[in-house]
């Protein structure tokens, strides 16, 4: 593949949020199939005789390209012209990682080359998006966009120069995103333009239909929530909106750049504006979802809405959350993952995803925050969490062929994790986010005033170590002792007058997801089980966590099966009594994190896994 193709780019064109658009013509016999195959650094899309063929380049690393294959055989004649918009980020991101503006393609049929990448290729600036806007909508997610449908573009087409790129280049095992048909709105109109309600949590593109009495900038205002009447835009250092620049008369826009999330869109624009559209079109991957029946109707909707939620956060990567990242996190998708085995028939999303981790080991011997990720505040828990997600994926699917890809990074992280380990115990590691859950005191939100401090060691942190460790021996056939960690653990961490274990060796608090841990490594046994079912003077576990402590519970039989069901029932019956049509990052929904919480969660899905498991009786 590419034998014939050249990294290239514009020569007008270079710096952050930059757009270029190249240009050519290709001829096709008929009859025969016809394959686009593509690569590019950041984004892009691309069209057959103005039609949309392909877009969204698959999330990847500057070592590791991956190239998309795109059917053109239904958009073909006998004679062609070929665009390709790309999108170049150019600021690394919790989504991206910086490298070289760059493109490179291949027209295919059968095993003729039609056309492929090089200075033939004509290019030059697109001037329809700003370029250089660099307006953020989040940091972890990167830029926004503003499209002017006034601008003449006359800028000439240049030859497109060269790009060095030694990056190894791989397809694309993923299927590609499918933009579905437009969703029926409610559209309002209000005192400043128009306010648009989709009914339900809609991840995908902005599709704007308009009639303009002039110019005029037109600001979408996207949300998953309404606050007095308003969609929220400015949320601390955030910025939920996009910009289009109307042309008088009728206008009509797609953005295949940058997907948006939420319910609901507030649209700006001058009186006498008819507005005749305006929602996100669904972009989804394509699953078969397992249908799954439950006696109980709340239990049936829990589940229903557990699936949905999963499916707005499966993209080119497993995401937190829709909305404010598109974020790949291991801890996150760890849930999603589980729970994906349940509802969805096949395991390539997985398999893939997985081997998109191991890609993100950094120098230090962790993994990164995200993947790919260019900003790093590696969670050292997160980083044992991968082990435990290798493990569940071979265990449910028998596909160890996935080892070879995922193993060196497993053996990095538990090497690095020994290297730290003094007298049994870990110590939490300096200039690292020593994150468990959003609750008091396991939120690590100090850690960087800990680079001065004493060594302190958490409880959470070496449990896991302990758990994983075993995980990986029972997985590659190992043996392995860890009675001097759990003795260290119980000396260190346990409070014979509470009967509890603290959270650190700083101050002395508990939670119910630290004792699960303790439980997890065969602590504390069934009288600390009570405890932790009862919670009684213990920090209360978070929606992500509760696996951990139903897991714990689990060792104990069906004794506590229904206080687990029972659980489930009254924390997601509350989120759908508030209207929650997809279930929320915590149970604050959007006021937490200073009004920024996420409606739309990913990891908060995990009721998938127990009702299948506890109710249809599917193996865990």
């Not at 658009?21 to 690569?39: H, I, M, N, Q, T």
């Not at 006359?154 to 397809?171: G, H, Q």
Request: net charge neutral.
């Amino acid at each position: 593949m590419f034998e014939e193709a050249k990294w290239i780019w514009a020569q007008d064109v270079s710096g952050k949020d930059s757009y270029a658009e190249f240009v050519s013509e290709f001829g096709a016999d008929a009859g025969l199939p016809v394959r686009l195959y593509l690569s590019c650094d950041s984004n892009y899309s691309a069209w057959v005789n103005g039609k949309l063929a392909g877009f969204g380049q698959c999330a990847d690393f500057p070592h590791r390209k991956l190239y998309d294959k795109i059917d053109l055989t239904d958009l073909c004649g006998k004679s062609n012209q070929l665009k390709i918009v790309v999108w170049h980020y150019g600021e690394d991101s919790q989504t991206y990682i910086n490298s070289d503006a760059k493109l490179i393609f291949e027209i295919v049929q059968g095993e003729k080359v039609l056309l492929s990448s090089g200075e033939h290729i004509l290019s030059r600036r697109e001037t329809h998006y700003r370029n250089g806007y660099c307006k953020q909508i989040t940091s972890q997610l990167g830029y926004s966009f503003l499209y002017d449908a006034t601008e003449k573009n006359e800028r000439p087409y240049l030859p497109s120069v060269p790009v060095r790129c030694d990056a190894k280049i791989e397809p694309r095992r993923l299927a590609q995103l499918k933009m579905r048909a437009r969703p029926r709105v409610k559209i309002t109109p209000t005192e400043q333009g128009f306010l648009v309600d989709m009914g339900k949590e809609t991840a995908g593109f902005l599709d704007l239909a308009v009639e303009s009495p002039r110019r005029q900038k037109i600001v979408i205002v996207y949300g998953e929530h309404l606050r007095e009447g308003k969609v929220p835009r400015l949320i601390g250092d955030r910025d939920f909106s996009v910009e289009y620049v109307a042309a008088e008369g009728e206008n009509e826009y797609v953005n295949t750049f940058r997907r948006l999330a939420g319910r609901y869109l507030e649209i700006f624009a001058e009186k006498g504006t008819r507005l005749r559209y305006a929602g996100i079109r669904p972009v989804d991957y394509p699953v078969r979802k397992q249908e799954k029946k439950f006696d109980d109707p709340v239990f049936q909707k829990i589940y229903d809405v557990s699936v949905y939620t999963l499916r707005q956060c499966m993209h080119e990567h497993y995401e937190d959350c829709p909305w404010r990242e598109q974020a790949f996190y291991t801890m996150d998708s760890r849930n999603q993952m589980l729970c994906g085995y349940h509802a969805f028939r096949g395991h390539r999303y997985q398999r893939e995803n997985l081997i998109t981790i191991a890609q993100g080991v950094r120098p230090h011997g962790l993994l990164s925050l995200c993947f790919p990720g260019g900003r790093d505040h590696s969670i050292p828990f997160f980083s044992l969490v991968y082990i435990m997600q290798v493990s569940e994926y071979v265990r449910y699917t028998g596909d160890v062929s996935v080892i070879p890809s995922v193993r060196p990074a497993m053996d990095r992280i538990l090497a690095t994790f020994a290297s730290w380990e003094r007298n049994g115990l870990v110590p939490n590691p300096v200039g690292f986010w020593n994150f468990y859950e959003w609750s008091e005191h396991s939120s690590g939100n100090d850690y960087w005033s800990r680079e001065n401090q004493p060594d302190c060691y958490d409880l959470i942190l070496n449990c896991m170590y302990v758990y994983v460790r075993r995980i990986y021996a029972a997985l590659f056939g190992l043996s392995v002792d860890t009675s001097a960690s759990v003795q260290a653990i119980e000396k260190t961490f346990y409070c014979k007058e509470e009967g509890l274990y603290r959270l650190s060796t700083k101050e002395k608090h508990f939670s119910r997801l630290g004792n699960a841990f303790a439980l997890l490594i065969g602590l504390g046994g069934e009288e600390l089980a009570e405890k932790v079912a009862e919670g009684k003077g213990m920090i209360p576990v978070t929606l992500s966590m509760t696996a951990f402590v139903y897991d714990a519970l689990l060792l104990f039989g069906d004794k506590y099966k229904n206080m687990i069901l029972e659980d489930i029932k009254t924390r997601y019956s509350a989120m759908l009594a508030a209207g929650a049509t997809t279930f929320w990052e915590t149970e604050k929904g959007w006021e937490d994190f200073g009004g920024a919480g996420s409606l739309c969660h990913g990891w908060s899905a995990i009721p998938v896994y127990y009702l299948c498991r506890l109710l249809l009786h599917e193996a865990g």
